[in-house]
């Protein structure tokens, strides 16, 4: 199979929303705004942490709020260091800071980020665990979420909810990992496997 015939393909995934475990993105947003746009986004790997950054940048946007995001790399304590530090002085003090992967830097580095935020309009992250900000949201994986997924994907065919279910227990609850299992599986699919099967746009 093609890669742009495969039904998992990135650009399909990107379209799907962070699904809420409760509540919807105007509550969510509400939150944030209680709590001055200071909180953690919180959640193992593979969540929906980053989509449900991206998601939040984009309401940002089209309310007007000024934001700056900083997405940190593991590739180094003393590069992510400068990161930082070129990313805190290049952004204006009225923008919210928006800090992907927090959970990256250790206690010192993150202290220093607690204390130089305070000058801006608020600081958003998302982390592994708790106790850094107040926590906004919790993203908890859970089988039901990953089958809600593929089944918002509108696919043309049926996959078994015991591969799904399967795919999670392999994937250990990385639902980004189980996507991504999937595209691998069907990229290997003969197209005539799929005969009489329409592809989704």
Not at 19 to 26: H, N, Q, R, S, V
Not at 73 to 88: A, S
Request: include cysteine; glycine fraction near 6%.
């Amino acid at each position: 199979m093609k890669a742009r015939e495969n039904p998992f393909r990135v650009e399909r995934l990107h379209r799907l929303k962070f699904l809420f475990p409760d509540g919807t993105m105007e509550n969510f947003l509400k939150k944030i705004e209680r709590t001055q746009f200071r909180g953690a986004i919180v959640g193992p790997h593979g969540a929906g942490k980053t989509t449900l950054i991206e998601e939040v940048m984009c309401e940002f946007r089209e309310r007007g709020i000024s934001f700056s995001h900083l997405r940190l790399r593991d590739d180094g304590k003393r590069v992510n260091h400068q990161r930082i530090l070129n990313w805190l002085a290049e952004t204006p003090q009225s923008a919210v800071l928006i800090l992907d992967s927090a959970g990256l830097l250790n206690w010192w580095a993150w202290r220093n980020v607690s204390r130089n935020s305070k000058h801006f309009a608020g600081l958003i992250i998302s982390t592994h665990q708790t106790g850094r900000l107040p926590t906004l949201i919790e993203c908890t994986p859970t089988v039901e979420t990953f089958m809600q997924l593929v089944e918002n994907l509108e696919l043309a065919f049926d996959v078994p909810q015991s591969h799904l279910v399967k795919t999670f227990t392999h994937c250990k609850g990385n639902i980004r990992d189980c996507l991504r299992t999937l595209y691998d599986e069907f990229a290997t699919v003969e197209l005539e496997e799929l005969r009489g099967m329409k592809s989704p746009n």
